[in-house]
């Protein structure tokens, strides 16, 4: 929002646009060697990492891209 009118509502927008691409089909997105699923915003650099597991999609993490994925691995487990 500091950079432009609007953004926020852009970004939150593309995330739920994710959040729906991620429901209609989770088995479309490969594992990574975190062992979750990453999904990239389109628009955004952003991706989230979710886990899918037999009734339920986990949402993980959302990061940004320029951020050090090792250091959530870590964390994480």
Sequence with gaps: EDKREGLG????AE?????RRIHDNPLL???A???LRPCR???FSYIIHFD???NDILIV???GTERDESAFIH???
């Design 41 to 43: 915003l389109k628009r």
């Design 9 to 12: 509502e852009e970004f939150i």
């Design 15 to 19: 995330y739920l646009a994710a959040i």
């Design 61 to 63: 993490a959302l990061m």
């Design 75 to 77: 964390r994480n487990g």
């Design 33 to 35: 060697a975190n062992g």
């Design 52 to 54: 899918v597991s037999a």
């Design 29 to 31: 997105f490969a594992i």
